[in-house]
């Protein structure tokens, strides 16, 4: 079982930043993708930014230029820094990662459980 602990997030008002981390636990041998969604009230889920392993970022477009997404390998953690933070982006952010737990084996997905960030204006 692995589990995926979600911490930062938080209330901002509108150009202000925030930051949050997420760290992979239990049986896990390696983690490929790692990432962030969100989802606001009455809105689709949204990926926010992910990142390989070999640490290629991928963005939203909505949120291209103004947050940063790092990870740590060796620590099965990935960060998001949020900056310029928009009324729009207030929603729950849910951390995933792609895992292994052995050197073979199909890659499993786990999710955090979700950190609310509200940007007022």
């Known amino acids: 079982q692995v589990q995926l602990v979600e911490s930062g997030g938080g209330s901002v008002q509108a150009g202000g930043s925030l930051s949050l981390s997420c760290t992979a636990s239990g049986s896990v041998f390696s983690v490929n993708d790692m990432g962030w969604y969100r989802q606001a009230p009455g809105r689709e889920r949204e990926l926010v930014a992910s990142?390989?392993?070999?640490?290629?970022?991928n963005y939203g477009d909505a949120v291209k230029g103004r947050f940063t997404i790092t990870r740590n390998n060796a620590r099965f953690t990935v960060y998001l820094q949020m900056g310029a933070l928009k009324p729009d982006d207030t929603g729950v952010y849910y951390c995933?990662?792609?895992?292994?737990?052995?050197?073979?084996?199909?890659?499993?997905?786990?999710w955090g459980q979700g950190t609310q960030v509200t940007v007022s204006s």
């Open positions: 990142m390989s392993s070999s640490k290629v970022a």
């Open positions: 995933y990662g792609y895992y292994r737990n052995g050197v073979r084996g199909p890659d499993k997905v786990s």
